[in-house]
């Protein structure tokens, strides 16, 4: 049953044996409007003229629609009403359409409806423009901190330089000072505030790093049971760069000397201690620590090592003319597993002398090398032309060949197939940078687009100009270090990580899209960490043009992945993770147990701080922070 009241149309179902009625639509006066009785739609036909009491009802109900309410008893009724006879009089017809209204609103009455219910217009839309919160009375510093967190990242970074440290604590290297087994987010080491070092290289029972001055740091367990922070060792030698094998250090100096220490202390304070020269002339004394030096001969007159390399039984030592020199840096174990480079080399066949000279790897001879790397038993060397030579174990494709079970080994350098990586596409491959860990090798490439003629791939190619970044890896996979997303168990064939690959970003400087590269990949036993080489700002606030109070600084992506059984990613979970990530910031757990967290509030990644000059203690100087992935444990510090 349809009523107008106010402008709309309501309609009613009532049964027919006078049951409860019930609102079912209501609806605005212009649209059609039903009569509804029973459980049946009666249209009505409408005679002319009509008084204007049913003028707008009328105008409603233009275009009748009929429908039918299914009721529990279906009744059979007419869609028209009819009658017999014929109707002799428009009166007549008038007098029974008030009739059936009157008795319609009587029966209402009685059946209870007492309100009568319209749509009303549709409520508008709520909505909440978000507006940069107020930053009145603040320092343009302090405004700056407020709108980023990579801006505070940087800030603390210069302000108060250290070393954070996470993973397997057992052997006291990731908190000295505490005697819990697992540290299981970054934490600061107190002695490092306020420190810049050379270089840090982290074993789960024993941590070693140079300072800024060159003199050589030990703590641990490995060290000393009773060590509750690190101690200075190995002095006045102007250090620069340092590796770690099972059971001794290796450490190189700015004039090329290289120097092999127990990390006992007990056995650096009982071994042979070699005589060392005295700033009196003619005057030399004992040194107070056991050490050896790991020194080639036969190297010219302006040559010397540049760079070295250690595994857990052997270590490469890099002229800066390009040439690769090997020894075993392990008193336990000789290399054994063709990780010397060097044929037929085995403890029985070693020429006369100390069992840690250094050999030159004469395959090498004539390739110019730019880079060495290792692994536990592996050894990978980079030439100026972009080609990799491998050698040592093999036993999981670590060399980037497939495994061979009658030949786990390769005791001589190959040169590794990087061409076949891009076959059947028109790049042209050039690897950049190596990297090697555990029983994992990674290479960066630079695939650049040339067209061939007549597409003949072994034609000399045209370059396009156009270049992609690749991160390929190979080795074990259990632990998710591959970076594919894959829990391979072994990978031959190097495959590519793609969250590392084909990266691009404009940059406004040069004003134009610019591939995204690795700047440094660190590789532990079974985690590593990518920092990229995307474009930093940290020159906020140094200049008119960057005096903003929404120029905010900030720094390069790290990312994580592999291992995770000592809670070394620094996730704050323990699984292991199969492709590369972010972390949180380093002083997260900090603020979040300073301040507390937030429910839904929103998480930032860490961001690594790029090297600047920045004023440390009334004094100018160049630092940066790096990414150390040992064994069981990682570490970012200040480095000069």
Same mark, same amino acid.
């Given at each position: 049953?349809?009523?107008?009241?106010?402008?709309?149309?309501?309609?009613?179902?009532?049964?027919?044996?006078?049951?409860?009625?019930?609102?079912?639509?209501?609806?605005?006066?212009?649209?059609?409007?039903?009569?509804?009785?029973?459980?049946?739609?009666?249209?009505?036909?409408?005679?002319?003229?009509?008084?204007?009491?049913?003028? /707008?009802?009328?105008?409603?109900?233009?275009?009748?629609? /009929?429908?039918?309410?299914?009721?529990?008893?279906?009744?059979?009724?007419?869609?028209?009403?009819?009658?017999?006879?014929?109707?002799?009089?428009?009166?007549?017809?008038?007098?029974?359409?008030?009739?059936?209204?009157?008795?319609?609103?009587?029966?209402?009455?009685?059946?209870?409806?007492?309100?009568?219910?319209?749509?009303?217009?549709?409520?508008?839309?709520?909505?909440?423009?978000?507006?940069?919160?107020?930053?009145?009375?603040?320092?343009?510093?302090?405004?700056?901190?407020?709108?980023?967190?990579?801006?505070?990242?940087?800030?603390?970074?210069?302000?108060?330089?250290?070393?954070?440290?996470?993973?397997?604590? %057992?052997?006291?290297?990731?908190?000295?000072? %505490?005697?819990?087994?697992?540290?299981?987010?970054?934490?600061?080491?107190?002695?490092?505030?306020?420190?810049?070092?050379?270089?840090?290289?982290?074993?789960?029972?024993?941590?070693?790093?140079?300072?800024?001055?060159?003199?050589?740091?030990?703590?641990?367990?490995?060290?000393?049971?009773?060590?509750?922070?690190?101690?200075?060792?190995?002095?006045?030698?102007?250090?620069?760069?340092?590796?770690?094998?099972?059971?001794?250090?290796?450490?190189?100096?700015?004039?090329?000397?290289?120097?092999?220490?127990?990390?006992?202390?007990?056995?650096?304070?009982?071994?042979?201690?070699?005589?060392?020269?005295?700033?009196?002339?003619?005057?030399?004394?004992?040194?107070?620590?056991?050490?050896?030096?790991?020194?080639?001969?036969?190297?010219?007159?302006?040559?010397?090592?540049?760079?070295?390399?250690?595994?857990?039984?052997?270590?490469?030592?890099?002229?800066?003319?390009?040439?690769?020199?090997?020894?075993?840096?392990?008193?336990?174990?000789?290399?054994?597993?063709?990780?010397?480079?060097?044929?037929?080399?085995?403890?029985?066949?070693?020429?006369?002398?100390?069992?840690?000279?250094?050999?030159?790897?004469?395959?090498?001879?004539?390739?110019?090398?730019?880079?060495?790397?290792?692994?536990?038993?592996?050894?990978?060397?980079?030439?100026?032309?972009?080609?990799?030579?491998?050698?040592?174990?093999? %036993?999981?494709?670590?060399?980037?060949?497939?495994?061979?079970?009658?030949?786990?080994?390769?005791?001589?350098?190959?040169?590794?197939?990087?061409?076949?990586?891009?076959?059947?596409?028109?790049?042209?491959?050039?690897?950049?940078?190596?990297?090697?860990?555990?029983?994992?090798?990674?290479? /960066?490439?630079?695939?650049?687009?040339?067209?061939?003629?007549?597409?003949?791939?072994?034609?000399?190619?045209?370059?396009?100009?156009?270049?992609?970044?690749?991160?390929? %890896?190979?080795?074990?996979?259990?632990?998710?270090?591959?970076?594919?997303?894959?829990?391979?168990?072994?990978?031959?064939?190097?495959?590519?990580?793609?969250?590392?690959?084909?990266?691009?970003?404009?940059?406004?400087?040069?004003?134009?899209?610019?591939?995204?590269?690795?700047?440094?990949?660190?590789?532990?036993?079974?985690?590593?960490?990518?920092?990229?080489?995307?474009?930093?700002?940290?020159?906020?606030? /140094?200049?008119?043009?960057?005096?903003?109070?929404?120029?905010?600084?900030?720094?390069?992506?790290?990312?994580?992945?592999?291992?995770?059984?000592?809670?070394?990613?620094?996730?704050?979970?323990?699984?292991?993770?199969?492709?590369?990530?972010?972390?949180?910031?380093?002083?997260?757990?900090?603020?979040?147990?300073?301040?507390?967290?937030?429910?839904?509030?929103?998480?930032?990644?860490?961001?690594?701080?790029?090297?600047?000059?920045?004023?440390?203690?009334?004094?100018?100087?160049?630092?940066?922070?790096?990414?150390?992935?040992?064994?069981?444990?990682?570490?970012?510090?200040?480095?000069?």
């Amino acid at each position: 049953m349809t009523y107008m009241i106010g402008g709309y149309a309501a309609r009613f179902q009532v049964d027919k044996e006078f049951g409860k009625g019930k609102v079912i639509q209501s609806r605005a006066s212009h649209d059609p409007v039903k009569l509804f009785g029973g459980s049946s739609t009666h249209e009505m036909q409408w005679a002319k003229p009509v008084p204007r009491v049913l003028q /707008t009802a009328r105008k409603a109900t233009r275009k009748p629609v /009929t429908r039918c309410i299914r009721d529990p008893k279906p009744r059979q009724f007419s869609s028209r009403i009819r009658s017999s006879r014929k109707i002799p009089s428009r009166q007549a017809a008038l007098g029974c359409l008030f009739a059936l209204g009157a008795g319609t609103v009587f029966y209402s009455g009685i059946i209870g409806i007492s309100e009568l219910h319209a749509d009303s217009p549709p409520a508008p839309v709520d909505f909440t423009v978000e507006k940069t919160p107020k930053r009145s009375g603040l320092s343009k510093e302090d405004s700056r901190d407020s709108i980023s967190s990579q801006h505070v990242q940087v800030r603390r970074s210069w302000e108060n330089p250290g070393v954070y440290c996470w993973g397997s604590n %057992s052997g006291r290297v990731a908190a000295p000072d %505490s005697d819990e087994n697992i540290v299981r987010s970054p934490r600061r080491i107190e002695f490092f505030d306020g420190v810049l070092l050379r270089d840090m290289k982290l074993d789960r029972d024993f941590g070693v790093a140079i300072l800024e001055n060159g003199d050589l740091l030990q703590w641990g367990t490995g060290f000393s049971p009773n060590a509750r922070q690190p101690v200075a060792t190995l002095k006045g030698k102007g250090l620069v760069a340092c590796e770690i094998s099972k059971d001794r250090i290796i450490a190189l100096s700015k004039s090329g000397n290289v120097y092999s220490l127990p990390v006992s202390q007990d056995e650096q304070s009982a071994g042979p201690k070699p005589d060392e020269r005295s700033w009196i002339p003619f005057f030399s004394n004992a040194s107070p620590i056991s050490y050896r030096r790991l020194n080639p001969s036969g190297l010219s007159y302006s040559e010397k090592i540049s760079s070295i390399s250690s595994g857990l039984e052997h270590v490469l030592l890099l002229t800066n003319t390009g040439r690769v020199f090997c020894a075993a840096s392990s008193g336990e174990e000789y290399p054994s597993r063709g990780q010397m480079g060097v044929s037929g080399l085995t403890w029985t066949s070693r020429p006369p002398g100390p069992y840690d000279q250094p050999h030159e790897i004469t395959t090498l001879r004539g390739f110019e090398i730019t880079d060495v790397a290792t692994g536990d038993y592996h050894s990978l060397a980079l030439d100026r032309e972009g080609r990799v030579f491998a050698f040592g174990d093999n %036993s999981t494709g670590q060399l980037g060949f497939e495994p061979s079970a009658d030949s786990p080994f390769i005791d001589t350098p190959s040169l590794l197939p990087t061409q076949r990586l891009y076959s059947g596409t028109s790049l042209s491959a050039r690897i950049t940078g190596i990297a090697a860990g555990g029983s994992n090798s990674f290479f /960066t490439v630079d695939a650049t687009r040339v067209a061939r003629p007549n597409g003949d791939s072994a034609a000399p190619g045209i370059g396009l100009g156009r270049a992609t970044a690749d991160t390929w %890896s190979c080795g074990l996979g259990i632990y998710g270090t591959l970076g594919n997303g894959r829990w391979t168990h072994v990978q031959g064939t190097p495959i590519k990580v793609k969250a590392l690959s084909g990266l691009y970003e404009y940059d406004e400087i040069a004003n134009r899209v610019v591939p995204i590269r690795l700047k440094r990949l660190s590789v532990g036993s079974t985690q590593a960490s990518a920092t990229m080489d995307n474009v930093t700002h940290v020159h906020a606030g /140094t200049s008119a043009d960057a005096d903003s109070e929404n120029d905010t600084n900030w720094g390069a992506d790290v990312l994580w992945w592999g291992g995770n059984e000592f809670w070394q990613l620094g996730t704050g979970k323990r699984n292991n993770v199969a492709a590369p990530g972010y972390i949180a910031p380093l002083d997260n757990a900090a603020d979040v147990a300073a301040k507390g967290k937030k429910k839904g509030e929103k998480q930032h990644r860490f961001q690594i701080t790029p090297r600047h000059t920045v004023t440390l203690h009334g004094r100018e100087v160049s630092m940066e922070q790096k990414v150390e992935c040992g064994r069981g444990l990682s570490a970012v510090y200040s480095s000069v």
